[in-house]
């Protein structure tokens, strides 16, 4: 059974869980939620870094997570939603498509 792990960075919960692909490595599912709504996923159809053990795996994932976060949070001055949702492709991310998405960005430029 998969292990999934998780952590908080800047109010958002960061949880990855890995797989193993069919060469043996381990390649980290994230997902970012803000307050109980999903914000961002791992890319499925992007090149993830591969991983000799499941506990490097998630560790990864989480570290991509935050540092995806810092980004987001750092970079989003002048920037259109379009231009945030492409940025976050470029670090192996599809932010949700969703009206709460767009949300969290509005809560996030109102602190």
Do not use: Y
């Not at 890319?43 to 499941?54: C, F, I, M, Y």
């Amino acid at each position: 059974m998969a292990r999934t792990e998780s952590m908080t960075s800047d109010g958002f919960r960061i949880t990855a869980q890995s797989r193993s692909n069919e060469r043996g490595g381990w390649i980290a599912h994230v997902e970012i939620h803000h307050e109980g709504r999903l914000f961002a996923t791992c890319s499925p159809d992007t090149v993830q870094p591969e991983w000799l053990t499941e506990d490097e795996a998630n560790r990864d994932g989480l570290e991509r997570g935050c540092k995806f976060i810092d980004r987001i949070k750092s970079n989003r001055e002048g920037r259109s939603w379009v231009a945030i949702r492409e940025h976050a492709e470029r670090w192996f991310f599809r932010i949700e498509s969703s009206q709460e998405a767009e949300q969290i960005m509005r809560d996030l430029d109102a602190h």
